[in-house]
T-cell receptor, first 115, second 111 residues
Framework: DADVTQTPRNRITKTGKRIMLECSQT?????MYWYRQDPGLGLRLIYY???????NKGEISDGYSVSRQAQAKFSLSLESAIPNQTALYFC??????????????FGEGSRLTVL | EDQVTQSPEALRLQEGESSSLNCSYT??????LFWYRQDPGKGPEFLFT???AGEEKEKERLKATLTKKESFLHITAPKPEDSATYLC????????????FGTGTRLTVIP
């Protein structure tokens, strides 16, 4: 089984619908991240969490919210999806300190299409 | 604001034809520079971390180097299985430990 699991892997929805993307990890890492990847723009950070009680906005948090339900679970919600949120979304985890702090472990991605 | 520029956007090589990918960066205090490999339909996979100018890291046919303004990923005698998008990212010293990614170089190695 994958260390970082994202569900769903693919989702097509309509404008205005609420969508939740879920992420669970078995690596035992405290830090979890949600990134968005668009062609020509690279990976951009949406939200991140350093532990269950800590949630921080990233570069592009508008239109998104997150919930850290447990150390191993971090979900991303789009309250009212719009077409420009069509993208590939990645969850990632990392170690807290040391050389491992910048080494991210990514899930396989959730492709979201908003019509 | 941190900036990362990768070149070229795409590179086609014959099997065995060595080359280099470039990552130019601007950051207010570099904490680390990271290289990742991303295969189609997959999440990025960590390759290397470089912390200071002059540092080099190697893994199989890949060698990453770092100067004060750029990093190179050298690919020696590539094989078709090296085909992937290679991403560069920087981490600054603001304390948040977040990475800022470039847009990647898409490498295709032709048999």
């Amino acid at each position: 089984d994958a260390d970082v699991t994202q569900t769903p892997r693919n989702r097509i929805t309509k404008t205005g619908k609420r969508i939740m993307l879920e992420c669970s990890q078995t690596k035992g890492h405290d830090r979890m991240y949600w990134y968005r990847q668009d062609p020509g723009l690279g990976l951009r950070l949406i939200y991140y969490s350093f532990d269950v009680k800590d949630i921080n906005k990233g570069e592009i948090s508008d239109g998104y919210s997150v919930s850290r339900q447990a150390q191993a679970k971090f979900s991303l919600s789009l309250e009212s999806a719009i077409p420009n949120q069509t993208a590939l979304y990645f969850c990632a985890t990392s170690d807290l300190t040391g050389e491992g702090a910048g080494e991210l472990f990514f899930g396989e991605g959730s492709r979201l299409t908003v019509l | 604001e941190d900036q990362v520029t990768q070149s070229p956007e795409a590179l086609r090589l014959q099997e065995g034809e060595s080359s280099s990918l470039n990552c130019s960066y601007t950051v207010s205090g570099l904490r680390g520079l990271f290289w990742y490999r991303q295969d189609p339909g997959k999440g990025p996979e960590f390759l290397f971390t470089l912390y200071s100018a002059g540092e080099e890291k190697e893994k199989e046919r890949l060698k990453a180097t770092l100067t004060k303004k750029e990093s190179f990923l050298h690919i020696t005698a590539p094989k078709p299985e090296d085909s992937a998008t290679y991403l560069c990212a920087v981490q600054d010293r603001t304390g948040a430990n977040n990475l800022f990614f470039g847009t990647g170089t898409r490498l295709t190695v032709i048999p």
